[in-house]
Antibody
Framework: QVQLVQSGAEVMKPGASVKVSCKASGYTFTDCYIHWVRQAPGQGLEWMGRINPNSGGTNYAQKFQGRVTMTRDTSINTAYMELSRLRSDDTVVYYC????????????WGQGTLVTVSS | DIQMTQSPSSLSASVGDRVTITCRASQSISIYLNWYQQKPGKAPNLLIYAASSLQSGVPSRFSGSGSGTDFTLTISSLQPEDFAAYYCQQSYSTPRTFGQGTKVEIK
């Protein structure tokens, strides 16, 4: 069965970088885009960007351009999202999600990773 | 970027009620519209894709309709497990944008 398993919660200092992982199983990793979506406490869903695990090509939301880097390691079926220059408002839950190919919906999601930015 | 506007932002309803949530796109997105349910502390869960296709395993009381810019999610008979937040999302183009969400609460 398809699963996306994310790395555990992180506590980071302002200005630092965080790297969240998303390990895929149950399907061919290179067949489906991986997206990253974040959610502040009590707020809505915010799309950050996506990576094509086959080519490594990425698309980022304008808001995060220059601060986010999405990569993948096909040898271990894992996608990564690194966010730099962390601020207090980056204290949110980060989700990875798999995009189904034809209609673009997100059919499987990781469990979420809480990143807390605090001095 | 395509803006997605959901209404209402919250609603109170009783078990057995028919509930309708609407989502409007700032430009035509054909049928590239998806609906997700999210319960507290959990990841979103896909309910409806391509505007009206029911995801496998989702109860038939959920249905979606619309095309172009105007879409609707309907719950025909609200059940206790349906009290949650609902989000629409367009998959027509990047950036993939979500509506702001609708919280369905118990009356």
């Amino acid at each position: 069965q398809v699963q996306l398993v994310q790395s555990g919660a992180e506590v980071m200092k302002p200005g630092a970088s965080v790297k969240v992982s998303c390990k895929a199983s149950g399907y061919t990793f290179t067949d489906c885009y991986i997206h990253w979506v974040r959610q502040a406490p009590g707020q809505g869903l915010e799309w950050m960007g996506r990576i094509n695990p086959n080519s490594g090509g990425t698309n980022y939301a304008q808001k995060f351009q220059g601060r986010v880097t999405m990569t993948r390691d096909t040898s271990i079926n894992t996608a990564y999202m690194e966010l730099s220059r962390l601020r207090s408002d980056d204290t949110v839950v980060y989700y990875c999600a798999r995009e189904e190919g034809s209609s673009g919906y997100f059919d499987f999601w990781g469990q979420g990773t809480l990143v807390t930015v605090s001095s | 970027d395509i803006q997605m506007t959901q209404s209402p932002s919250s609603l109170s309803a009783s078990v057995g009620d028919r509930v309708t949530i609407t989502c409007r796109a700032s430009q035509s997105i054909s049928i590239y519209l998806n609906w997700y349910q999210q319960k507290p502390g959990k990841a979103p869960n896909l309910l409806i894709y391509a505007a009206s296709s029911l995801q496998s395993g989702v109860p038939s009381r959920f249905s979606g309709s619309g095309s172009g810019t105007d879409f609707t999610l309907t719950i025909s008979s609200l059940q206790p497990e349906d009290f949650a937040a609902y989000y629409c999302q367009q998959s027509y183009s990047t950036p993939r944008t979500f509506g702001q969400g609708t919280k369905v609460e118990i009356k």
